[in-house]
């Protein structure tokens, strides 16, 4: 059953892409074939809040960006998913009987910037506990990931991220011991733009 799921997940995750893919001008499957849809693999993870007798001096979960490609959530309908948004931390209302889905940081690097990825956290409260259900579509470890060509153009949209593979990425990350919420500064070019050209 777990299988199929996951399955149904990656097919979910494909039409989203699919749509991100023409919202930037693209053909449908562009950024599918970037990141070889095929063989992206899925990461299940399931986080318990239970109701804390002072939430103000706690945290659920710390601000951080997704280090794959979309994430869906599934929730129980308890408040505690803050985006940043402009400065501020801005409560996510669930909707029932759907999916939340986050831009990750592997988006960010395909579009070249044009989507964002979500920087995010988790609150904790004093009445009820929150479950939540993370599905993490991710490339495969060898996959290089890079803006997408055909949105580059080295006048108007130079690439503004480097090309990284995804298990490369992945070491990055966790060799900084996750002090920093978001990775995808370290893979800015504006510092090397010289040397790229």
């Known amino acids: ?22 919202s930037l001008g693209l053909e449908t499957c562009n950024l599918e074939r970037a990141v ?6 899925v990461l299940f993870a399931a ?8 939430p103000e001096l706690a945290m659920g979960l710390p601000s951080h960006s997704d280090h794959c490609l979309l ?3 599934l929730h129980n309908q308890i408040s505690g998913l803050q985006i940043l948004h402009q400065g501020n931390w801005v409560n996510v209302n669930p909707i029932p009987n759907s999916f939340l889905v986050h831009v990750a940081d592997q988006l960010e690097i395909l579009s070249n910037g044009k989507y964002k990825s979500v920087l995010h956290r988790a609150t904790v409260n004093n ?6 259900i993370v599905m993490a579509v991710r490339p495969s470890p060898e996959t290089v990931v890079g803006p ?3 949105l580059l153009n080295k ?28 990775h995808l500064s370290t893979l800015n070019l504006d510092l090397y733009r010289m040397c790229f050209y």
Not at 4 to 20: F, H, N, P, S
Not at 47 to 54: E, H, I, R, S, V
Not at 166 to 182: A, G
């Open 36 to 41: 070889d849809f095929e063989s992206c693999s």
């Open 1 to 22: 059953m777990l299988e199929e799921y996951c399955k149904t997940t990656i097919e979910i995750a494909r039409e989203l892409v699919g749509g991100i893919s023409e």
């Open 148 to 150: 997408a060509p055909q």
């Open 47 to 54: 986080n318990f809040y239970p109701p804390c007798p002072q």
């Open 155 to 182: 006048l108007t949209n130079p690439p503004l991220l480097k090309h990284i593979k995804y298990i490369d990425y992945m070491q990055m990350v966790y060799s900084s011991n996750l002090q920093d919420p978001t």
């Open 127 to 132: 009445k009820a506990t929150r479950l939540s």
């Open 71 to 73: 994430t869906l959530l």
